[in-house]
């Protein structure tokens, strides 16, 4: 299926009050608007639903269409602002399109990428929504499909909608090919399930990211996950976009530019290397020495000693007699490496070079020198590389590259992080 939008990959969802209380009501919009670098989102969107009290919508509106005339051209950022929308509230939509209308008319409209839909049921509303635009793009001399949609998946509806998204997109009748990101919003989806939990937190919905990823993928469509409102948790919503990168959703809600920050930088592969050491279930990071040739273990829920016949190793509650082989193979069963972007560049032209030279797959080996206890332990692991290998290391480095693509302001940034050479490197393979 063809993409229809530029960006390949979101990683930040930026939402800005549009008007506030005090003398200058747009002041959050004005801030949001002077972001640089890595503090400024991928998608900003100024807005004008639940951020803003619905007494202050209406000035919302007229605040976007200064703000974003005076300073759109310079920001990095696509601009998406969301509207008020409701699948069961034909008032709510109206006042969703005379905002859609006012927005798409004014000195605003050419830095303005799409717009936001909240709250919507099934395809048919998405449809109505999509209907809309149409007109208020008509109505403002522009061409059709000017503005992306994106819509929040926020209620039961609209989450069974995803499995007849991709079908839907292939009718000739398809309504719908201005659509960009599918955002999960499980606050309101909780009021939707009428789901309870006992301390009154959000329950995780793993189900409902799971099923947003997969329309998404399968529509060409991106997946961003809803807010992480424990805005002090920063370890926490490290661990949210890990888990949430494992099902294929690399976007996520950011509410504070700490937030945007954080969410920049960790879909993207690591400067260094790592390697971790099972123990106990937990993945524990080893610290490289000086020369970062060594890694060593510094904790107590390992003991490693020498014996007259072998090493004794103590771990998991559990004692074990073990010779050199075997100790070696029972540490590197335990390891994991986290390869660095160097790595996977390493590693995709090393393939690509083999390719060319007639192979179809190539062993690759990593070794490392480990210090337990402080006793020595050299692991190697092998891995086979195949052509199906090779386009699965491909999805790290497509991000990387749509980033340095899409966003010259992190430049600077980027070469800081891995080093020019590496930066160069990596937006040549693949």
């Known amino acids: 299926m063809t993409r229809r939008h530029d960006r390949a990959f979101v990683r930040t969802f930026f939402t800005s009050p549009t008007a506030v209380e005090g003398d200058n009501s747009a002041k959050m919009l004005n801030r949001a608007a002077e972001l640089r670098g890595m503090q400024a989102p991928d998608v900003w969107v100024p807005d004008n639903e639940d951020a803003t009290a619905p007494g202050m919508r209406e000035e919302g509106v007229a605040n976007i269409i200064d703000v974003v005339a005076k300073h759109g051209a310079d920001v990095p950022a696509e601009i998406h602002p969301r509207v008020v929308w409701h699948r069961d509230n034909a008032s709510t939509r109206a006042s969703g399109f005379e905002q859609i209308r006012r927005i798409a008319d004014s000195p605003a409209a050419p830095y303005i990428d799409g717009f936001v839909i909240p709250e919507v049921g099934g395809l048919d509303d998405w449809k109505k929504a999509d209907e809309l635009m149409t007109l208020a793009e008509s109505e403002a001399g522009l061409p059709t499909g000017t503005f992306a949609m994106s819509v929040i998946v926020e209620s039961a509806t609209a989450e069974l909608a995803l499995a007849d998204l991709r079908e839907t997109l292939h009718q000739p009748s398809n309504a719908l090919e201005r659509l960009f990101l599918l955002v999960d919003g499980e606050v309101d989806y909780t009021k939707d399930q009428r789901a309870i939990t006992p301390t009154g937190a959000l329950p995780e919905w793993p189900e409902l990211r799971h099923n947003t990823a997969r329309g998404a993928s399968a529509a060409n469509l991106i997946a961003v996950d809803g807010p992480y409102d424990d805005i002090r948790d920063m370890e926490g ?194």
Do not use: C
């Open 237 to 430: 919503y490290r661990e949210r976009m890990v888990d949430n990168q494992a099902r294929g959703q690399l976007g996520i809600w950011a509410l504070t530019p700490s937030q945007v920050v954080a969410a920049n930088k960790e879909p993207l592969p690591p400067a260094t290397g790592e390697w971790l050491l099972e123990l106990d279930g937990d993945s524990v990071s080893l610290t490289p020495d000086e020369s970062g040739d060594v890694y060593a273990y510094e904790g107590d829920r390992l003991s490693l000693t020498t014996t007259d016949d072998g090493y004794q190793l103590q771990v998991g509650g559990e004692t074990h007699q073990l010779d050199a082989t075997a100790l070696r193979e029972t540490i590197t069963e335990r390891t994991a490496y986290v390869p660095s972007l160097s790595d996977i560049v390493d590693s995709m032209e090393e393939f690509e070079a083999a390719k060319a030279a007639g192979q179809g797959a190539i062993s690759m080996e990593r070794a490392a020198t480990l210090e337990l206890d402080g006793v020595t332990v050299e692991i190697s692991k092998d891995r086979m590389w195949d052509e199906a290998t090779y386009q699965a290391a491909t999805t790290p480095i497509d991000l990387f590259q749509d980033v340095h693509d899409a966003r010259p302001d992190q430049h600077d940034a980027l070469a800081d992080r891995y080093g020019a050479e590496v930066v160069d490197r990596a937006t040549q393979v693949g």
